[in-house]
C-alpha cells in the first residue's frame, strides 16, 4: 500500500520555509566565523522576501552586509572572498538578475578550482529566489537553474521543504565547491518539521516522498508539492503515484530515479523551468539511454513551463507552469492510455 | 505669456526664469501630468488593496516633478526608456491612463494585453520604449537607440531614466562610456531619490551625488531640485537642445524622494518618519501649486479644474480597467515569436 | 544504398566558413542600409578571428563598427537599434564572453516581443564563435547554445557548413525575432560550395546530409562533420547510418529527426556542449516523449562533452570532446549491442 | 645604499628620489626579474613559432617594469589578480618559471597542471590568485579578497591588474564602487598600453586617463610612466602602503605600451611601425640599465651577468618544460569538483 513516507526526522517543531533558511544561516554564521550574507537589503530590509529578517541585529553588519545593486561584482566578491578562506553567502535578489552574474559563477566560480589544477577552491553559496506565481511577470519570475546543471564545477539544488532548505543550505556551505540554491518564491511561506540543530542534507541525493506502484513522478521544488497533491488525487481513481522530490540538479541522483521507474516502468517528470532544455529534460534522456529503458512501458513524460515568458495576467501566468489538475491530466494519460 | 492684466503683474514678484520660461498651456499640461500620475497611483494602490490588483508595484508618488519636467522638452517622435518605477514617465509621455490602468489589471486591453503589468508597460506610438523590471536595464537599450537615431540621421533625442541605484550597476557604466565615445542623441535622466529599496546613497556610492560620475565620461552633467518643475524642465531643455544638435549626451540628477515605499513589502526600516514627514513638505504638486497661485498665473479655482479633471479621467479609466475583458487564455503563446 | 546527398545547390564556388558569413554580412549591408555590424575588433582589425576581414573598407565606420569591451552594453544596444528601426548584427568576440550579456539576450531581447504584448520586436542577430580546439582553454572555448534553446522568444542556430554558415546568417538576419547565430571557430577555415547569391536557410530545418538505414546520428556544429567521417567508416563495417544535420537549437526540427528514428530505430545524439543538459538531452527527450518512442529499438544514446571545463593540454582538450572514434564506437555499440 | 667609493658617488649626477628610494638588493632583484620576464615571453615565442606550444599567448614585452614596478613593494602574502597578460605580474610576484612553462607547454608539472595554459596560470602559495582569460575578470574578484583580507583582520593588500580596455567594462565599474565604499585594502593597477586589441584607448573612451575615472569613487589615482621602474614602484609603494593602513583603495595608471601585437593572430593593422618604434626606444630595462650604470649602481658587467642568469634560468626552465610528462588522459576529469 502506497504511503505518504514520514519526514525523515521526528521533529514536531514546525518552521516556514524562509525561517528554516534564516536558521540555517543564523547556525552557520554561529559555528562558522568565516560565514557571511551579503545582497541587496539582506540587512536592515530583512531581504526582499524577509529571508534574512534579523540577521543584521544578530550578527552586526561586518557579517550581514547590504551591498549596492552590482549583480556581476557581488558575484566576483563571492568569488574572491571564498578563495582567500572566507565562506560567503550571496542572495541574488531575484534569480532572474543572476543573468547579470554568470560571468563571474561560470567562468570564474566554476572553473578556478580545475584550472589551477586544483590548487584553490571556491567554496561560495549563491541563494536564489526563483519561480513564478507572485505577478512580477516576465523578469522576475523564471526558473532559470537549467543553465546552470549544464555547467561541471557547479552544484545546484532546489529545496522544496523547510526541512530541506536548511539542510540542503548547510550542505551547500559546507561544501569546497560553489553552489547554487534555488529556492522558491512561494515556498517561503510553507510550513513544515526542522529539527532545531543543525543538519545536513546530503547534495546529491533525491528524496522519495511518496511511494506507489504505477508510475514515477520526479518532480522538484514547488512541483513537489503539487505533485503529492496530484498523486493523493490518483489513488483515489486506484493510480498508486510514486513521487521522487530531485532536491539536486546538479549531481542528479539517478540510483534513485533509476530504481523507482524500474519498479513502476512509467516516467512523468514535472517542473516549472521552461519545457524545452529544461531538467526534465536531462532526467528522461538519463533513463532513456540507460539500462531502465527497457522497462519503460509508455513514453517518458515531461510536464514543464510553457514556451512563453512569464506573463503578468495570473490566469495567463498559471497557465503557464504545471498546476495539479495538469500533474493529474498527464499521469492518468500515460498510466491509462500509454501517452505522454 | 499668461492671461493676466499688466496691474496683476505688477503687483506679483518677477517670476524665476525657469517659471517664467513655461508658457501657460505648457504649465497648464505639466500640472494636469502631475495630477494625472498622483491619482493614477493613488488608484492603483487603492485597487492593489482591494485585491483588484495582483502582483506588486513601485509608485512614484512625490516624484512627479522629476517625470514630467523632464518630458516636457520632448516631442511626440521622440523616444524614452523608463523604470520599474515608470507610471509617471509613461503618463508624461503622453500615454493613455485607461489603457496603463487596463494593464495594471492584467486585461487584454491594456497597453501590453494584459502580458506585461506595471513593469513593462510600453507605450510604442507614444514613444515610450518600455519601463524595465530590470534595475539599469534601459540603460544600455538607450545606447542603441541613440546609435538608431543616428544612423538613421533623424532629429529625434532618446531619454532614459534611472535610478541612483542604478548607477552602481555595470551598465550604467558601459552605456554612459558609449553614448559619450559616440556623441549620441541620449539624455540620462538620473531619479535620484536617495534610496535604492533600503540602500541609503551615502552608504552605496563614495560620491555625494551621481554628477559626480558623469566626468568619467567628460559628459556634461547637471543636478537640480527634482521636485522643482521649473528647474526640471529647464535642465531637461538644455540637454535635450544639446543632444538634438548633434552635441551629444549630458546626464540630469533630479534629486527627489519617493513617499510611499519602495513596493508592496516595504516597512520603511531604512529611514525616519520625520525624513518622510521633510519630504512630504516639499511635494512637487502642492509647491508649483502654491507657486503659480503667487504669480497668478492660475487663480485657486482654476487649480482645482485641473486637479478635478484629472481625478475624473483616472476614475473613468478605473472603470475602463475593470470593464475590459480578461486575456483569452487559449492565448497564452501568442506574441512570443514576431513573425 | 546510403550516398552521401548532393549539396543542396549546384554551386561548383567554394568559399570558407569564413568567407561565407562575410558575404552573407556584405550581401545584406549591400541590400538593407539598416543592417550594421558591431563589436570588439570587427573593423580595423578585420575580427578576432578574421570574420569581417575587409568589411570596414567596404562600408565604412558607420557601419561597421568597433567597440569598447562592453559586451552587456553592447547587446543592450543591438536591442534599442533593433527596436527602432536598425537591424544590427553583433559580434560577441568568444561565445563564452556572452555571459556577460545574458541579461540583455534573455531578459530583454528574449521577451520585449512578448511583453509589449507584440507591439515591439527585436530583430537583432548575435554571432557567437564557440567551441573548442584551439588551444584556448576553459573560458575561451565553450559551447553554450543550450542555454539559449531554453529561452522562449530567441532562436538559436548552429550552421556547420559554408553553406549554411551564408543562408542561416541571412536568414537571421531577415527575421524579426532575436537570432543567435553559433559559428564554431574550427570551422572557419573549413570550404565548401557556396552560391554567389543572396538565398536562405530557413530558421528550424534539420538537413539529412547522409541516408541510412541502421542508426540515426544527429549532429551540430562541427559534430556533422565528424559523424560524416565516422559514418563512412561505419559503412565500411557495413553500418549504413543516417546523418542529420541539427542546424537550428530553437527551433527544433523535430519532424525530420523522428522520420529518421522511425526509419533507423535508433538514435545517437552528437554534440560538443557538456553532455549534460545538452541539446542532446532535449532531443531525446522529444523522441522519448512522442510517438516514436514504440519504434526505437534500442536506448537513445548521447555523446556530448565530458563534464569538465575545456583542458588546455591538446591531448585532455581532444578527449573533452566527441571525436570521430568515440562517434564510431558509440554507433557501433548501439547497433552491435544495444547500449548506448 | 649601494657600494661605491664616496668618489664615484660625487662625480655622478645625484639620483632621482625614486631611484634612489630602491635598495641595491631590490634593484638588483626587479632587474633580474625584469629580465625574466622578458627572457621567458621571448622563449616562449620561441617555441610557438616552433610548434612546440598551442593556443595562443599575450606577450607583455615592454611592460615589465610595469608588472615588476607595482609589485615591488607587495610581499609574499599580499595577493595578486592578473590578466590574460600576465606573465610578467606571475614572474614579479616570485613564481617558477620552469612551472610556468611547463603549463605553457600544457604539462603536468604545469602550476595548473596543464589544465589552464597560459591564461590561467596561478601560483597560490606565492599570492598569485591567477591570470583570468575574462578581460576585467580578475576585478571583482578583488573586492571579495579585500573583502576577505578585512574580515580576517589581516594586514594583506590585494593588487589587481587590468588593461585599459578593461576600464569600459561594467566590472570595472562595480567594482572600483564597492572597494571605494567599503575602505578595501586594494591597489587597482591598470596597464594601460594604449590599446584594447586593436581599439585605440583615444576611440574607446572619452577621457584622456583611466585616472579620470577614479573621482567617480572618490578613490585617489595616480598616472606614471608605466616604462620607469622606479616612478611605478614609488606609486605603487604609497598605493599599498595606504591600503595596508586601512586607507582604502588607489588607482595607479601605468602607461605602457607593447611591443608585440595583442595575440598570435595580430597583424598591427591599427597602428604604425614608426609608434612601435617609439616605444622601443623607450625599453624599461635598457632605459633602467642606463641609468643605473649612470648612477654607477650597477657595472656593465654586473648588469650583463643578471641578465645572463635570468638566461640561464629560463633555459633551464624550458628543458624542465620539455621534459616533464603530459597530463594523463585518465584523469580528465580530476579537479573538476574539490573534495
Ligand atoms: C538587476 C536588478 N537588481 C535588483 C533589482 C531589485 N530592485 C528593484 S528596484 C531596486 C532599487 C532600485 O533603486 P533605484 O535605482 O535607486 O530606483 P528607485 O527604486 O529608487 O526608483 C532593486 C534593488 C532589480 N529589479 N534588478
Ligand atoms: C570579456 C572579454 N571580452 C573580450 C575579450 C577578448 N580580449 C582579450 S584581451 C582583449 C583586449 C584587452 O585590452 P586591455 O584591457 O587594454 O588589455 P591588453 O590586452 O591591452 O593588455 C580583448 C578584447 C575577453 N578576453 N574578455
Ligand atoms: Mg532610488
Ligand atoms: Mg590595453
Known sequence: ?340 | MPQMSAIDRNTAAPERPALAALEQEVLRGALMKMHLIRKFEEAAEASYVRGLIHGTMHLSIGQEASAVGSILPLRIDDYILSTHRGHGHCIAKGADPARMLAEFFGKETGYCHGRGGSMHIADIEGGNLGANGIVAGGLPIAVGVGMSIKAQKQDRVCMVFFGDGATNEGAFHESLNMASIWKLPIVFVCENNKYAMSMDIALSMAVRNVTDRASAYAMPAVAVDGNDLPEVAAAARAAVARARSGGGPALVECKTYRIRGHSKSDRNLYRTKEEIETWREADPISRLETEVLTHQRFTRPELAAIEKAAQQRIDEALEFAKASPDPDSAELTRDVYAD
Not at chain 1, 49 to 64: H, I, K, N
Not at chain 1, 136 to 146: C, D, F, K, P, Y
Not at chain 1, 303 to 309: H, N, T, W
Not at chain 1, 311 to 339: C, F, H, T, W
Open chain 1, 1 to 340: 500500500m502506497p504511503t505518504e513516507l514520514a519526514a525523515p526526522e521526528v521533529a514536531t517543531r514546525e518552521l516556514s520555509y524562509a525561517e528554516a533558511i534564516r536558521e540555517a544561516l543564523a547556525q552557520a554564521m554561529e559555528a562558522d566565523e568565516r560565514v557571511f550574507l551579503f545582497g541587496e537589503d539582506v540587512g536592515v530590509y530583512g531581504g526582499a522576501f524577509g529571508v534574512s529578517g534579523d540577521l543584521l541585529q544578530r550578527f552586526g553588519p561586518e557579517r550581514v552586509i547590504d551591498t549596492p545593486i552590482s549583480e556581476l561584482g557581488l558575484a566576483g566578491a563571492a568569488v574572491g572572498a571564498a578563495l582567500t578562506g572566507m565562506k560567503p553567502v550571496l542572495e541574488i535578489q531575484f534569480s532572474d538578475f543572476v543573468t547579470l552574474a554568470m560571468e563571474q559563477i561560470v567562468n570564474q566560480a566554476a572553473k578556478i578550482h580545475f584550472m589551477f589544477g586544483g590548487k584553490a577552491s571556491v567554496p561560495m553559496v549563491v541563494r536564489l529566489p526563483g519561480g513564478s506565481g507572485t505577478g512580477a511577470a516576465g523578469q522576475h519570475s523564471q526558473s532559470l537553474e537549467a543553465w546552470f546543471a549544464h555547467v561541471p564545477g557547479l552544484k545546484v539544488v532546489q529545496p522544496s521543504t523547510p526541512h530541506d532548505a536548511k539542510g540542503l543550505l548547510l550542505a551547500a556551505i559546507d561544501d569546497p565547491n560553489p553552489v547554487l540554491v534555488f529556492e522558491h518564491k512561494l515556498l517561503y511561506k510553507t510550513k513544515g518539521p526542522v529539527p532545531a540543530e543543525p543538519y545536513r542534507v546530503p547534495i546529491g541525493s533525491a528524496a522519495v516522498r511518496r511511494a506507489g506502484r504505477d508510475i514515477t513522478i520526479v518532480a522538484a521544488s514547488i512541483m513537489t508539492l503539487r505533485a503529492l497533491a496530484a498523486a493523493r488525487r490518483l489513488a483515489a481513481e486506484g493510480i498508486e503515484t510514486e513521487v521522487v522530490d530531485l532536491r539536486s540538479l546538479r549531481p542528479i541522483d539517478f540510483a534513485t530515479i533509476a530504481k523507482s521507474v524500474r519498479k513502476t516502468h512509467r516516467l512523468l517528470i514535472v517542473y516549472e523551468g521552461v519545457k524545452t532544455m529544461g531538467i526534465g529534460a536531462e532526467i528522461s534522456a538519463m533513463i532513456a539511454e540507460s539500462e531502465v529503458f527497457e522497462f519503460l512501458e509508455t513514453p517518458i513524460a515531461r510536464l514543464g513551463g510553457a514556451d512563453v515568458p512569464i506573463p503578468y495576467n495570473p490566469m495567463l501566468e498559471k497557465a503557464s507552469v504545471p498546476q495539479e489538475d495538469d500533474i493529474v491530466a498527464a499521469a492518468r494519460r500515460l498510466v491509462l492510455e500509454g501517452i505522454a
